[in-house]
């Protein structure tokens, strides 16, 4: 609050001078785990979407003889890959791509009241006024 100019990058200008580059492994140890997860989901839901019908199935390679969840799925790295270079082309730069990011969490929170409301009114036979009220 005392400086505006910090503004233009209020993460990195919170800590002191010192510990710049402790919050820059902060920051890329948080980027590696979030793309990780990111992985994990991807591999999750195509497993689900595939014992449902939905996709067809696909290649999947065993990286480990001891660990069964280390798999290598060609075609989903791929399209991850394409699909994250096509981002970067397009959002050119990480503030466009944090104002991408705010709208898709609120459409997601939209989707999750939509689709409650629809639950709560169609299935549970809730009355219109208390479903609106959710």
Not at 47 to 66: C, D, M, N, V, W
Not at 74 to 84: A, D
């Amino acid at each position: 609050l005392r400086q505006p100019s910090a503004i233009e990058n209020p993460f990195y200008l919170m800590v002191p001078d010192w510990g710049l580059y402790p919050m820059i492994g902060l920051a890329t140890m948080a980027a590696v785990i979030a793309s990780q997860a990111v992985i994990t989901g991807i591999f999750s839901m195509a497993k689900q979407a595939i014992q449902l019908g939905y996709l067809p199935r696909l290649s999947i390679q065993q990286t480990s003889e001891s660990e069964q969840g280390q798999i290598y799925v060609p075609f989903l790295n791929w399209t991850l890959f394409i699909s994250v270079f096509i981002l970067i082309i397009l959002f050119e730069n990480s503030s466009n791509l944090a104002s991408a990011y705010g709208v898709a969490v609120t459409m997601i929170l939209f989707c999750g009241k939509v689709l409650s409301s629809l639950l709560a009114y169609g299935y549970l036979r809730w009355s219109l006024i208390k479903t609106l009220r959710i």
